[in-house]
């Protein structure tokens, strides 16, 4: 089974800066693996829906971002570590979400459980 967990999260002032990780694990049992699979990083604030961030291709080569975060925001992974992160950087309150980290494998859409960020002075 595919398992996403995040962690990371958590209380920062306006222009803070935080590292969310993204521990997978199950790929190779599913069948896939994990050094081909694109990964993305999704937030969603209360009431609101799940809007893209991130995303990272398997070999870490190609990235893009969501609007608002780029040039902020970084995705990065260790293939041999079975783990992504976003770093967040110049946190502003409207970066205020739950975070989750996600995979499109066989036809199927991953999820971790999501890990909160809050941003406030």
């Known amino acids: 089974q595919v398992q996403l967990v995040e962690s990371g999260g958590g209380y920062v002032q306006p222009g803070g800066s935080l590292t969310l990780s993204c521990t997978a694990s199950?790929?190779?049992?599913?069948?896939?693996?994990?050094?081909?699979?694109?990964m993305t990083w999704y937030r969603q604030r209360p009431t609101k829906e799940r809007i893209f961030v991130a995303m990272?291709?398997?070999?870490?080569?190609?990235?893009s971002y969501g609007d608002g975060v780029e040039g902020r925001f970084r995705v990065a992974r260790d293939n041999a570590r079975n783990k992504v992160y976003l770093r967040l950087n110049n946190l502003r309150p409207v970066d205020t979400a739950v975070y989750f980290c996600?995979?499109?494998?066989?036809?199927?859409?991953?999820w971790g459980q999501g890990t909160q960020v809050t941003v406030s002075s």
């Open positions: 996600g995979v499109f494998l066989g036809g199927t859409n991953y």
């Open positions: 990272i291709s398997g070999s870490g080569g190609t990235t």
């Open positions: 199950g790929f190779t049992e599913a069948g896939f693996n994990f050094s081909n699979s694109r």
